[in-house]
């Protein structure tokens, strides 16, 4: 192989990077993951009025709210990880967040479920860009004892845009319908594409001409070796099957079951607002402010603690995924809308704390010029297992037991993944102290 293993610590003084520069960086790829949330969050919060409209099945709506994405995810994640090795990053950022914004708006015009479909893919064609060369830059610029808040901070963005996609989402559809909706949420992606394209720098060059980029089959075999990694892949798409599954249907969940009573909470707000308004505020709630708290926290408990066991990139996972398995039962089975939220809300801030560690150690198992293919490996598998069988698994096993408490059971026997997760991030422990010598 041609490039060094070296270890994190020298890798992250390598590419010095001046405050100012270094906090704008941050700044706009927390943009970018912003918005590349509330492209991908705000279908969920449009499910009812989508699945009333085109006449949807709950197993179509789990093809489209998972394995639509997935689909060409999975397919052009590690393409355009190994174009983020070799070119200038913010061009392949700029241009990724161009298509899945152009994508999200042409969903507004789909007139079937293979229509809707197809520009879900397209979508995620797009968002397989962005989130590798994004951590691969973020980790080039931040020394190792920033490095889980940095990628903590952009990774909220994650929440933050499942915040903003959720609750303006469920607003802009009750004002304008849901076809509208998807036009306001694709837009501003054109606008933060042009800033990428013409003011983020990427400091890479100042890395010398010997980090030559090693192959396809090189990076393959070095994470190949590396256990640590296959347990931080394996645990994360347990723990995201779940937070996924949610995510998916958890609206679902309470328009069915409680439209009158999240009516009459409208009401008390504005006469013009209804059920997917409340809906759309309650899941920002939860999977926005809860989640980003949960994202930002992990990773400062991360970052101390590493300090004196660099096991904790796997071990604050572990006991996070077991914890938030009572609160998401909780949140399927309790009959109360606003207690299920509340478990709900706990639930994704506990699990959130594994985010921050995940792409961290991940990221520092490995040469510089393999990160944006780790990070794409990781994503790559955790979204084909968690976004393809998630939300489809629950759609299947709602149709299947049927009635009024079918959902209701198929979301609470998803929550199932903690348990798996936090034995495979357990299990990877020994190995990450020995992946970060290797």
């Known amino acids: 192989m041609t490039t060094p293993d070296l270890p994190m610590e020298k890798v992250a003084t ?45 197993t179509q709506i789990g093809l489209m709210t998972g394995l639509a994405f997935a689909l060409f995810y999975a397919t052009m994640a590690l393409p355009l990880a190994r174009l983020a090795e070799r070119m200038w990053r913010p061009l392949l950022l700029g241009g990724c967040m161009a298509l899945w914004s152009l994508f999200t708006m042409v969903c507004g015009a789909a007139q079937s479920f293979v229509q809707l479909f197809v520009a879900r893919v397209l979508v995620g064609v797009g968002e397989a860009g962005s989130g590798p060369a994004s951590h691969a830059l973020v980790t080039d610029i931040t020394p190792p004892e920033k490095r889980a808040r940095a990628l903590a901070l952009v990774g909220s963005g994650q929440p933050l845009g499942a915040l903003i996609g959720l609750a303006c989402g469920g607003i802009a559809a009750d004002a304008f319908g849901w076809r509208w909706a998807f036009v306001l949420a694709g837009f501003p992606g054109i606008v933060l594409a042009l800033l990428m394209l013409f003011t983020l720098r990427d400091p890479r060059p100042a890395i010398g001409a010997d980090d030559a980029v090693p192959s396809a089959r090189e990076a393959l075999g070095v994470l190949a070796r590396k256990f640590s990694f296959w347990m931080f892949v394996t645990g994360s798409s347990f723990v995201s099957t779940t937070t996924l599954a949610f ?20 009401a008390r707000f504005s006469p013009g607002l209804g059920a997917t308004s409340v809906v759309g505020a309650m899941l920002a709630l939860a999977f926005g402010a809860a989640g980003a708290f949960g994202v930002i926290v992990g990773g400062m408990i991360t970052d101390r603690l590493r ?13 996070a995924s077991l914890a938030s398995t009572p609160c998401f039962v909780a949140a399927a089975m309790i009959a109360a809308p ?29 040469p510089v010029r393999m990160r944006a293919t780790t990070s794409a490996v990781l994503f790559l ?40 997760a936090a034995v495979a991030f357990w299990a990877g422990r020994p190995a990450l102290v020995r992946d970060f010598e290797a």
């Open 247 to 266: 995510g998916a249907f958890f609206g679902s969940l309470l328009i069915r079951n409680h439209t009158p009573e999240l009516e009459a909470l409208a």
């Open 381 to 420: 598998l955790v979204n084909f297992v968690a976004l393809g069988v998630g939300p489809l698994s629950v759609g299947i096993l709602s149709d299947a037991i049927g009635g009024a408490d079918g959902l209701r059971l198929a979301l609470a026997w998803s929550a199932i993944g903690g348990p798996l």
């Open 307 to 319: 300090a004196r066991d660099p096991a904790a990139y796997l071990g604050v996972p572990a006991l």
């Open 338 to 366: 606003l207690t299920a939220l509340g478990f709900l809300s706990l639930g994704i801030v506990i699990s959130s704390f594994a985010m921050a560690p995940v792409l961290a150690g991940a990221q520092s198992i490995v």
């Open 14 to 58: 390598m590419v010095p990077a001046q405050a100012g520069g270094h906090r704008y960086a941050l700044a706009l790829l927390l943009g970018a993951s912003t918005l590349s949330a509330v492209d991908r969050q705000i279908l969920n919060v449009l499910v009812e009025p989508i699945r009333r409209d085109l006449s949807l099945s709950d």
